[in-house]
């Protein structure tokens, strides 16, 4: 694996401050790293990981291994609970169904098919795809389509698609521009792309660069997540892929800890709330 330095994904300027810098445990990551630095864009504003990691096929199939999806945080992935990561699938599919009515979905970061299920469940033909061997053959098994890879890899072709659903997945992608014209490409004219992304500008992120500063823990689920978005660069980058915002909320993640973490979560959160600092982007935007 290799450590490449890195011109902003955005506006392409080369000029950054590094915010933070974090130690990579064991525990973090099956991919040998030692620590990974958090900088911002002296231009734009856009939070990303520089210098930034280069997987090949085999260490992203280990970065996203079955035991990744055992940690305590990706237990939403991995049952039907009726959640996917944080928002419950039905809110998410009564959102999305006030814009548009059932017809072919893409979830991109499928895992087990725990939303292709909810979709199909609402009259959606529901196809996916998924990094992970392990969580696509499960939801394969489960009756669904779903290719194992990357996006850019799938091969669909143009205007496939009247929905794109990528919740918690953003983050993940060494090129969000690129990501964001490809689901351009097949969704067809008017389609609905759903995009849920951690919030930098939240409560819990502003803390956690505050005390990482200090210990250097990774408190940013690293080094699975390479960017880290805000509002107004996630404008931005709909503005640059032709994608019209239709509805934007802020949700808050759910807890899944016990003990007196859970209780200190729970407080920054309930502050959080009150502060109008949640931790959660959600957006619907249309193909223009």
Not at 105 to 114: E, H, S, V, Y
Not at 235 to 249: P, Q, S, V
Request: glycine share 8%; proline share 2%; with cysteine.
């Amino acid at each position: 694996m290799e450590l490449l330095t890195i011109a902003c994904n955005l506006c392409g300027s080369k000029e950054y401050k590094q915010l933070t810098r974090c130690r990579i445990e064991d525990i973090d990551s099956a991919v040998n790293i030692d620590d990974l630095s958090i900088v911002q864009c002296g231009n734009c504003g856009l939070v990303y990981v520089n210098p930034q990691p280069s997987y090949s096929r085999q260490e992203l199939k280990g970065l996203y291994s079955e035991e990744y999806f055992k940690a305590p945080y990706m237990q939403f992935y991995s049952n039907d609970s009726g959640t996917q990561s944080n928002e419950s699938f039905k809110s998410r599919l009564a959102w999305i169904g006030r814009y548009t009515n059932p017809g072919k979905l893409l979830d991109i970061g499928c895992a087990g098919g725990g939303f292709l299920k909810a979709a199909k469940e609402q009259g959606w033909e529901a196809v996916g795809v998924e990094v992970s061997e392990s969580a696509s053959k499960q939801a394969r098994d489960r009756g669904f389509e779903v290719i194992t890879g990357q996006l850019k890899d799938a091969g669909f072709k143009d205007s496939s698609f009247d929905l794109v659903s990528a919740g918690d997945i953003f983050e993940h992608i060494c090129d969000p521009k690129s990501f964001l014209e490809e689901i351009n490409r097949i969704l067809k004219k008017g389609g609905l792309l759903y995009l849920a992304v951690p919030d930098f500008d939240g409560l819990y992120y502003r803390l956690a660069l505050i005390v990482s500063k200090l210990n250097k823990k990774n408190y940013f689920v690293l080094p699975q997540h390479l960017y880290f978005f805000t509002k107004k660069t996630l404008e931005k980058y709909f503005l640059k892929t032709d994608f019209k915002i239709l509805d934007r909320r802020s949700s808050q993640s759910t807890i899944i800890d016990k003990g007196l973490k859970a209780f200190a979560l729970r407080v920054l959160f309930f502050l959080a709330v009150l502060a109008g600092k949640r931790d959660r982007i959600l957006l619907l935007a249309e193909k223009r």
